[in-house]
């Protein structure tokens, strides 16, 4: 069974440039989560999904940051403009839905450099 | 709000000695810890899950144990090799966030052959 998939997983833009990323979660897990993760650091949650259903944004930097979920499956973090400052690994991760005891599983993870 | 604290940041040793690795927590009201590993450039890979209320589990080489009294949980690594040289994680989910995790800074291993 596949895991968490991320794409791109390597992504160079200059500052101001938007930038998108696309995550695919394990089948059947309705809980999807975007983190970003800083050099040395760990993940730090951007946002939480229950189905298309955004629960926890608090983190997300709303002036420039956006995600969506349609269909309750795959989910996109877009980035618009990007800054120096924004410059990590966002890591996507899934577990399942209503199981608070459920495993998280993370995918590859999508380095971005801003130039 | 859950802190997690990972002592020592890096730890070097020599290929065949047995380790810990040391995960604290502020608030001992959590469903579940996890362990993982993360490799360089990589995401992170899932190790154990221990359940509230459960003391440890282990898998091949590795035990993790958990003491949510005192919020701490230590990972016990057997005969290490320089293949388990990595990043070491923790991660709490809380009762209070339901589906929130919260990390710690992690454990840089080295192995040394």
């Known amino acids: 069974e596949a895991g968490v998939v991320q794409s791109p997983r390597y992504k160079i833009i200059e500052k101001k440039q938007p930038v998108a990323f696309w995550c695919n979660p394990i089948?059947?897990?309705?809980?999807l989560y975007w983190y970003r993760q800083n050099l040395g650091q760990g993940p730090e949650l951007l946002i939480r999904?229950?189905?298309?259903?955004?629960?926890?944004d608090s983190q997300l930097p709303k002036d420039r940051f956006s995600a969506e979920r349609l269909k309750g499956v795959d989910s996109t973090l877009k980035i618009q403009p990007a800054e120096l400052g924004d410059s990590a690994v966002y890591l996507c991760?899934?577990?399942?839905?209503?199981?608070?005891?459920?495993?998280?599983?993370f995918g590859e993870g999508s380095r971005l450099t801003v130039l | 709000k859950q802190e997690v604290t990972q002592i020592p940041a890096a730890l070097s040793v020599p290929e065949g000695e047995n380790l810990v690795l040391n995960c604290s927590f502020t608030?001992?009201?959590?469903?579940?810890l996890q362990w993982f590993r993360q490799d360089p450039g990589k995401g992170l890979t899932s190790l154990l899950l221990?359940?509230?209320?459960?003391r440890e589990q282990t898998s091949g080489r590795l035990n993790a144990s958990l003491d949510k009294s005192s919020g701490r949980s230590t990972l016990y690594i057997a005969a290490s090799q320089p293949g388990d040289s990595a990043t070491y994680l923790c991660?709490?989910?809380?009762?209070?966030?339901?589906?929130?995790?919260?990390f710690g800074t992690g454990t840089s291993l080295t192995v040394i052959p």
């Open positions: 221990i359940q509230s209320s459960q």
């Open positions: 991660a709490v989910r809380p009762r209070d966030t339901g589906n929130q995790f919260y």
């Open positions: 999904y229950e189905n298309e259903e955004a629960v926890d």
């Open positions: 608030d001992s009201a959590i469903y579940n």
């Open positions: 089948s059947g897990h309705n809980t």
């Open positions: 991760a899934s577990s399942l839905k209503g199981q608070f005891t459920g495993e998280l599983f």
